[in-house]
């Protein structure tokens, strides 16, 4: 069998899928819980318009946060730790063994580490001038 590389610059969901079904199928053979459940916390206006809120991945019994917005006119009012604590809240739910997410050093750092969560690592100059951080919070049962 020859095999070849070429260079997709805009890769399509059917390419990303191609290579995500093997990836999937050998990682399934070593952990369970390879198949990604998303979920979603929406901040809703009157209007019913989303303004902001939190998308994670819950992913081998860890709740991946990926997205985590609050809109500008809310900030400073708690509703960001709302959404923090309810993420954690549904982790517990799914019996998680934590959380984690990532976050850039002009994003919201400071924040993280007031709501629990501990630097596991960072990626200097990314973008270049910054840093951007990696953070997990383990979740503790009472037995």
Known sequence: MNLRIELSQNPTDE???????PLRAYNGSKAEGNVPEHIALLVRDDNDEILGGLHGRLFYQW??????????????????SKLMQMAEDLARERRCVGLWLDTFEFQAPEFYKKCGYSEIGHI?????????FF???????IA
Do not use: M, N, T, W
């Open 15 to 21: 390419q990303r899928q191609a290579i995500l079904k």
């Open 63 to 80: 709740l991946y946060i990926d997205l985590l917005v609050v809109p500008e006119q809310a900030r400073g009012q708690g509703l960001g």
């Open 124 to 132: 200097a100059d990314y973008p270049p001038g910054h840093k951007h």
């Open 135 to 141: 953070f997990q919070k383990r979740l503790s049962y």
